[in-house]
């Protein structure tokens, strides 16, 4: 099988340190892996990402920045500040991308936390221009919107890429938040031809879900129709990795050996 494009995120095995990670993923020949923060605890992101890159493992990208939205102006400013270290932690490490999960705020308007959304995103524009560093709007399914991310369909996300209108705001392609929405190719469609369909992560929706958060399915688990949604992106010529990304308490209580194999076994069967 051709794991090449195949990547993992380490919040999908997160019993395992990051160390334990590079060297499971490697020795099993996955292609890529997108490093979460909380991973790099601690360590030095230069010296983390030197060890990934001999080890053959391309780096997709780092999650998450995100979280611009705030009822007092001094919450947004330190929402911005941890965005530039975010951005900058990217840099070192080597990653090309940071992907931002958006924020909400209760007590305040979907339309008042987008504003925010965008003007954070504007802020810090700079800095990922000094550091050459792509920032992927991942639009998250509306059950997130009260708290978590006002920016919940293709549709929004395309709008707020065409709002800043820069080549280094784009998009992440989840399908677990963007399944259901009927206009789901043909938002695909206009974020690829703008040059913004920056990334593509697969897992499942589990029915029943258990957990809003952390009850995501391995593919061919539930009900999202992966293949189909692979080809949408694949029509419009997109190349980059399949990002293996899933919160699952369930998984994360096995062992870790054996799941990352059954990932490699879903992934050929449904990827």
């Known amino acids: 099988m051709d794991k090449s494009r195949l990547c993992i995120h380490t919040i999908t095995t997160r019993p395992w340190s990051i160390e ?58 330190k929402a ?41 995103i504007a802020a810090v524009l700079p800095t990922a221009e000094d550091y050459k560093i792509k920032l992927a709007i991942e639009p998250l399914h509306p059950m997130y919107a009260g708290d978590r991310s006002a920016v919940n369909t293709m549709a929004s996300a395309n709008d707020i890429c065409q709002k800043i209108h820069h080549p280094l705001v784009g998009i992440a392609v989840d399908v677990y938040h963007v399944w259901w929405d009927p206009n789901l190719a043909e938002q695909i469609g206009i974020a690829a031809d703008r040059s913004r369909l920056f990334a593509f992560h697969v897992c499942d929706w589990l029915v029943p879900t258990k957990d809003f958060l952390n009850d995501r399915g391995l593919m061919g688990e539930g009900c999202i129709d992966i293949p189909g949604i692979r080809r949408m992106v694949d029509a419009t010529g997109f190349n980059g990795f399949h990002e293996v990304e899933i919160f699952s308490d369930r998984w994360w209580a096995t062992d870790q050996d054996e799941f990352l194999a059954r990932i490699q076994t879903a992934y050929r069967e449904h990827c």
């Open 80 to 120: 911005i500040e941890e965005n530039r270290a975010a951005i900058r932690e990217a840099a070192a490490l080597g990653a090309p991308m940071v992907v931002l999960v958006c924020g909400a705020t209760p007590g305040q308007s979907l339309e008042e936390s987008r504003k925010q959304i965008a003007d954070g």
């Open 20 to 77: 334990q990670a590079m060297d499971k993923y490697a020795e099993a020949g996955i292609g890529g892996i997108t490093v979460w923060r909380q991973s790099l605890e601690g360590r030095d992101p230069e010296k983390i990402g030197e060890q990934l890159r001999s080890r053959n493992l391309s780096i997709v990208s780092l999650c998450r920045g995100g979280f611009f939205p705030a009822l007092v102006a001094a919450d947004r400013e």
